[in-house]
């Protein structure tokens, strides 16, 4: 019998995708994820597999405007400015704008008209039953540009 185990390396170099095609690209970031005991769905993932895209497909990734969904996990006691600073440290090293100045915007269920989630309010108040894990909840905005 051989027991075969992979040994950990304290410092991978994140992969790049240079000239090779985007399906193999994302099979390098897997195995990167794997590798850290990550999830694709991680932000910090999300982040650096834009950053290593090629030229060319960062441009499209951006010119699509892509959206980048992430969970957060807290309790219907809690007050919506709890929500307001896990995104801020989530969002602020991935920011080019200062992270403290964005908004929350309930969409679901979507039955109901999206309104601005106000920080002194608890969440209750917006979700007052456990919520669809399979949906998204809250859109996070940045302020409005004054016209």
Same mark, same amino acid.
Do not use: W
């Given at each position: 019998?051989?027991?075969?185990?992979?040994?950990?390396?304290?410092?991978?170099?994140?992969?790049?995708?240079?000239?090779?095609?985007?399906?193999?690209?994302?099979?390098?970031i897997?195995?990167y994820?794997?590798?850290?005991?990550?999830d694709?769905?991680?932000?910090?993932?999300?982040?650096?597999?834009?950053?290593?895209?090629? $030229?060319?497909?960062?441009? #499209?990734?951006?010119? =699509?405007?892509? @959206?980048v &969904?992430? %969970?957060?996990?807290?309790?219907?006691? /809690?007050?919506?400015?709890?929500?307001?600073?896990?995104?801020?440290?989530?969002?602020?090293?991935?920011?080019?704008?200062?992270?403290?100045?964005?908004?929350?915007?309930?969409?679901? $269920?979507?039955?109901?008209? #999206?309104?601005?989630? =106000?920080?002194? @309010?608890? &969440?209750? %108040?917006?979700?007052?039953?456990?919520? /669809?894990?399979?949906?998204?909840?809250?859109?996070?905005?940045?302020?409005?540009s004054p016209?």
């Open positions: 019998k051989f027991r075969c185990e992979i040994e950990k390396v304290d410092k991978v170099a994140f992969p790049l995708q240079f000239d090779s095609s985007v399906s193999e690209y994302i099979k390098m897997k195995l994820a794997i590798g850290y005991g990550k694709l769905n991680d932000i910090d993932i999300k982040m650096k597999f834009i950053c290593g895209l090629s $030229p060319v497909n960062e441009k #499209r990734v951006h010119d =699509q405007n892509r @959206n &969904i992430f %969970v957060i996990e807290v309790s219907k006691n /809690d007050f919506v400015s709890v929500i307001a600073d896990r995104v801020r440290a989530i969002l602020a090293p991935h920011l080019p704008v200062r992270p403290h100045n964005f908004h929350l915007q309930q969409i679901y $269920p979507t039955s109901i008209q #999206r309104r601005r989630m =106000q920080p002194e @309010n608890v &969440i209750s %108040v917006y979700f007052p039953e456990n919520p /669809d894990e399979d949906m998204i909840h809250i859109f996070v905005y940045p302020p409005l016209k």
